[in-house]
């Protein structure tokens, strides 16, 4: 027969005809079966089902809270060919789905089954029930009410779903669309798979409130699940405890067009058991707006309190080059606008909104390979203070071009624009690639620089080079007011570990501010000591003036001398401050180097194994350390000049304070301040109580913040381009 079926002309033949082949006794009769749209019956896909899926009614309770969280699966012979959404909550869902199924084979019925969704846990069935497909009246929308069954309880009321179906022949439709439809399938399995998102939700998980205790001593171990479509995130487990502290960030991918939920539940870290349910929450993406920081605080469903998250949509996969065109401050109008909207004559209305800035993503030059190709898929992330933003995607590039812009509000005028760069991983965490500092204060209004990325510690450079272009716009008046208050807590940091390094940097700088205090405790007794006479006339002297002569209102004054001495030096081309810069880069860079040796020689002796008893001691005090050389050395960067803003605002307070104290005397100021102090909380009961020398204080940068913030030099000169 093959041999006969190679000389066959297909075109030639006719239905109901019979023929002879030439050379062969074979007679063949062929029968062509056509169906009314022209297609041969082996053709799949003859019909189509249109099916709306309405809603459900008095539907099975499966959950403890006497609800449901019902989902409906729609199968063809093995097949599933729909999934619905999770409806939360409900046992009269209202689902309203429309969708579309081909359908080659009317005998085979199509088999409904309804589920209720536990995150974490097998998923309960709800009920099912079959459509038969061979009974429906073809081209006629029809209302079908399907009564949900369970064989194992054949009595059992399960309520029942409504559903539009609708079955027609694919009229019109020929191979090429088959054809182009199952490569349109083909080509969107291939995306999936490459993880092509359109998305991203940017997720910071902070804390936990007033848990449900789950162990017999009144705690609990707590962690967090996290799932958006197909990606799950786990975080740490905090051990003993019903309010912790997680400080974690992660990112999930987003595929659909509104956003998706996302699925939230906590978990019991049991040992040797199965973990214990805590609760649940669910986060509908679609409802937040996209490119801004939300700091969420949701309740605990099935359980008890609460989970603090800070969530962001960004990265959006349609970003083009004309979105660098799209900002604000190229707009006469506008700027004009926000200009007048921040000038000093409206300094006292909303005193929380002190300005804005706009950052201007360009591009990056040199970056690391961290492929085995030899490239890098960049990607940029931008941070200031938990607002933190996101651009795309550069896949394959050193050299990658974003020209995207940020606008973001100015909650204090001292806080540090952070830019870093990671390479996207599809199957991993994000590699980083480099990282940049600059203090809001630090910008130049439309100038666009080059800047040298920097390594993680921010104490020395690494490859590549990110051009960027900033403006900042603020009201001074509410900036400054702003410094006297509490100052935002960053809630994503790196988290405190044991480090020998860190421990010795931060002892030696205290051991720097003691030693100053040391050298002039010596240098005074010298004076007594007569050691120089002429020094020691000049110091007596001095000393019997100002004793003889000596108000209160002459410290403050004082003061404002050494300020105003220290400006004299810097306008005079004199850094005063450029010493103790460059040694403290020394330290940082020779520790940095100690460093990489000691982290070898902990992987050989297990030096955090036997430093894990005493971890909390040693992270105590090397935070203690810490916080006593970084007061010493901001104030000493207040009259050091090493920002400006800070050393005028210091003088404008000592100004005020020698005046008060001249015209007031010191009996009046102190009743005055002890009034207040009593009075405080009676009339607000729930003021957060700051001291504003303190708040002040931790504005000003330490060496090592001067240090990172510094702007390392580089060899390209990039023309600054003003704006006119």
């Given at each position: 027969i093959h041999a006969v079926s190679s000389n066959i002309d297909n075109t030639a033949w006719k239905a109901?005809?019979?023929n002879i082949c030439s050379g062969c006794n074979l007679i063949i009769m062929v029968i062509v079966s056509v169906a009314d749209d022209g297609w041969a019956t082996s053709v799949p896909g003859m019909y189509k089902l249109d099916i709306l899926l309405k809603r459900g009614h008095n539907l099975a309770i499966r959950d403890r809270g006497g609800t449901s969280d019902p989902y409906v699966k729609f199968k063809l012979g093995k097949k599933e060919v729909f999934r619905s959404k999770v409806i939360y909550k409900n046992l009269n869902p209202v689902w309203d789905e429309r969708f579309c199924l081909p359908i080659d084979n009317l005998h085979e019925p199509l088999y409904i089954k309804v589920f209720d969704y536990d995150f974490g846990c097998h998923d309960d069935f709800m009920g099912s029930a079959y459509l038969y497909l061979d009974s429906l009246e073809l081209r006629r929308f029809l209302d079908v009410r399907l009564d949900l069954l369970d064989s194992q309880c054949p009595m059992q009321d399960l309520g029942f779903l409504e559903l539009a179906i609708m079955l027609s022949p694919k009229d019109g439709w020929d191979r090429e669309v088959v054809r182009q439809q199952q490569q349109s399938q083909r080509l969107s399995?291939?995306?999936?798979?490459?993880?092509?998102?359109?998305s991203m939700v940017s997720i910071s998980l902070i804390e936990g409130r007033d848990l449900i205790p789950m162990d017999q001593n009144g705690l609990s171990d707590p962690y967090v699940k996290f799932k958006l479509g197909n990606?799950?995130?786990?975080?740490?487990t905090m051990s003993k405890t019903l309010n912790p502290q997680w400080r974690e960030h992660f990112d999930l991918h987003v595929f659909d067009e509104d956003g998706g939920v996302l699925e939230i539940s906590v978990w019991d870290k049991d040992t040797g058991r199965r973990d214990d349910f805590m609760g649940r929450c669910a986060l509908d993406l679609s409802a937040l707006s996209r490119e801004q920081t939300h700091k969420l605080e949701l309740d605990l469903e099935d359980g008890q309190g609460q989970l603090m998250l800070l969530v962001t949509l960004?990265?959006?996969?349609?970003?083009s080059i004309s979105d660098l065109s799209i900002h604000l401050l190229d707009d006469p109008h506008e700027c004009q606008q926000i200009l007048n909207k921040y000038s000093l004559l409206r300094s006292f209305c909303n005193l929380s909104d002190i300005g804005i800035v706009q950052v201007k993503i360009l591009r990056a030059e040199g970056l690391m390979a961290a492929d085995v190709t030899g490239k890098s898929d960049p990607f940029c992330v931008i941070e200031l203070c938990n607002d933190r933003l996101q651009t795309h995607t550069v896949y394959k590039?050193?050299?990658?071009?974003?020209?995207?812009?940020?606008?973001?509000?100015?909650?204090?005028?001292?806080?540090?624009?952070?830019?870093?760069?990671?390479d996207e991983d599809r199957d991993k965490n994000a590699d980083f690639l480099g990282k940049v500092a600059i203090p809001l204060l630090n910008i130049h209004n439309g100038e666009q620089k080059a800047y040298i990325l920097k390594n993680k510690e921010m104490t020395g450079p690494t490859k590549g080079v990110i051009f960027l272009e900033a403006d900042v716009i603020y009201n001074s008046v509410k900036a400054s007011l702003r410094t006297f208050e509490t100052p935002e807590q960053k809630y994503i940091g790196e988290e405190s570990k044991v480090s020998k390094q860190l421990l010795l940097q931060n002892f030696n700088r205290v051991k720097r501010c003691i030693m100053f205090l040391i050298n002039m405790g010596s240098y005074i007794n010298s004076c007594f000591e007569w050691e120089s006479p002429r020094r020691s006339i000049c110091a007596f002297l001095a000393f019997v003036l100002v004793v003889w002569n000596l108000e209160l209102y002459m410290v403050p004054l004082s003061l404002l001398l050494f300020l105003g001495w220290n400006y004299f030096?810097?306008?005079?081309?004199?850094?005063?401050?450029?010493?103790?810069?460059?040694?403290?880069?020394?330290?940082l860079e020779s520790e940095d180097e100690e460093c990489e040796k000691d982290e070898k020689d902990s992987d050989k002796k297990g030096f955090m194994d036997k430093l894990y008893a005493i971890q909390d001691v040693c992270i105590s005090v090397q935070t203690a350390l810490d916080e006593v050389a970084s007061y010493g050395e901001r104030i000493k960067n207040i009259f050091n000049w090493t920002v400006?803003?800070?050393?005028?605002?210091?003088?404008?307070a000592l100004c005020v304070a020698s005046l008060l104290v001249y015209l007031i005397p010191l009996r009046y100021i102190v009743l005055v301040w002890g009034i207040n102090k009593f009075t405080k909380k009676l009339r607000?009961?729930?003021?957060?109580?700051?001291?504003?020398?303190?708040?002040?204080?931790?504005r000003v940068p330490s060496d090592v913040q001067v240090v990172q913030y510094k702007e390392l030099k580089t060899e390209h000169r990039q023309s600054p381009n003003k704006r006119k």
């Open positions: 109901g005809e019979t399995e291939v995306h999936k798979k490459s993880q092509l998102w359109r990606e799950k995130y786990k975080s740490k960004t990265a959006s996969a349609a970003v590039n050193l050299n990658p071009e974003w020209n995207k812009v940020f606008t973001l509000n100015v909650k204090d005028i001292h806080s540090v624009l952070e830019v870093s760069v990671y030096l810097l306008a005079s081309g004199k850094e005063t401050r450029e010493g103790s810069v460059v040694t403290m880069e020394d330290l400006p803003f800070l050393s005028w605002l210091a003088i404008a607000n009961p729930y003021l957060i109580d700051n001291n504003e020398l303190l708040d002040f204080l931790s």
